[in-house]
């Protein structure tokens, strides 16, 4: 290894070992600026202990933890709007992560796994959202929804006498959801025949889902002509309300998120007319019309009846 030169002062000359311009250096005394860096070190040590103070007090690292969530929550549902999924349930994990104790991101987290059928991890977040914010109708439903596609009936019969109890959300939606739970357990029937004739007597008379909940109630009752009735009138309705939506939207082009509202809305029109059309094939059946119900089982199908998926 080359050796080192000697550094030079002013002159030209070489400084020996131990000294510099000023003269000698003491061995035991401490390097140069330590004073200067000690004060330094004391500064930020005092402004450290205020932004902890500041930090905590205000809890301003929630409030940043929150805001980041809010962002991601946004992005996520814009993925969903243009149509990436598994992007949109990614980016909520993140909300999720960021800020989990925010009932609005877990509920939108809760739907996107719902839409990927999962159901057990729609249900958490929901069972989490209505502990963080027990009056939001929307944690609930999603909730309830859940018990109904996990066949968990008493659980949903449960969660909607609960609500009625505390008084979250709608009274009619909520008699109905345990008139329906009722009915599709087979249990509490004269219940919940009581449950949605008030929630007809709130809501309006043509109000084709209700009446439909009606229906399965008396067919469970095995009042099946009562049943046809109220099943007939479900079903005239709620081909109307599909029929009138379908020429609204003829023709036009449909982008973006109002693509995704017209879809959904078609969607759920023509989901409750599979249930609708399943339910009278299941009347007909017990009265021996096996022609009748195959028919309706067969339109159901292609309205898409799938107990799997919640569409029951």
């Not at 930020?44 to 905590?56: F, K, Q, R, S, T």
């Not at 009446?211 to 709620?238: C, E, H, M, S, W």
């Not at 339910?279 to 339109?299: C, I, L, N, P, S």
Request: no cysteine; charged share 30%; net charge negative.
């Amino acid at each position: 290894m080359k050796p080192k030169e000697p550094e030079l002062d002013r002159f030209g000359f070489p400084i020996p070992p131990g000294f510099d311009e000023a003269g000698p250096r003491d061995p035991n005394a401490p390097p140069p600026n330590t004073g200067r860096r000690i004060r330094f070190v004391l500064r930020m040590a005092v402004v450290a202990a205020l932004l902890a103070l500041i930090w905590n007090h205000y809890d301003l690292g929630r409030v940043i933890r929150d805001g980041f969530g809010r962002h991601l929550g946004e992005e996520a549902l814009k993925l969903y709007f243009n149509n990436d999924l598994s992007g949109a349930l990614a980016t909520a994990d993140r909300a999720v992560a960021w800020s989990p104790e925010n009932a609005e991101l877990l509920l939108i987290r809760g739907e996107l796994k719902r839409l990927t059928k999962d159901y057990r991890g729609s249900l958490a977040d929901a069972e989490q959202a209505a502990i963080l914010n027990p009056s939001d109708p929307n944690a609930q439903s999603l909730r309830r929804q859940m018990y109904f596609y996990l066949h968990e009936h008493h659980k949903a019969a449960a969660a909607a006498t609960e609500s009625l109890a505390k008084g979250f959300g709608e009274r009619a939606i909520l008699l109905n959801d345990r008139a329906y739970a009722r009915a599709l357990g087979d249990f509490e029937l004269d219940e919940a025949l009581v449950d949605i004739d008030e929630a007809l007597r709130l809501s309006t008379n043509d109000n084709s889902s209700l009446i439909d909940t009606r229906g399965y109630v008396l067919f469970r009752q095995k009042k099946y002509p009562a049943a046809i009735d109220d099943l007939n009138r479900a079903i005239g309705l709620t081909e109307k309300i599909h029929k009138e939506l379908e020429a609204a939207i003829a023709g036009r082009v449909l982008r973006g998120k109002l693509s995704k509202d017209y879809g959904a809305q078609i969607k759920s029109i023509e989901q409750n007319l599979a249930v609708m059309y399943h339910h009278r094939g299941e009347v007909y059946e017990k009265q021996g019309k096996a022609d009748e119900a195959k028919r309706d089982f067969a339109t159901a199908d292609q309205f898409g009846f799938n107990p799997e998926e919640g569409v029951y």
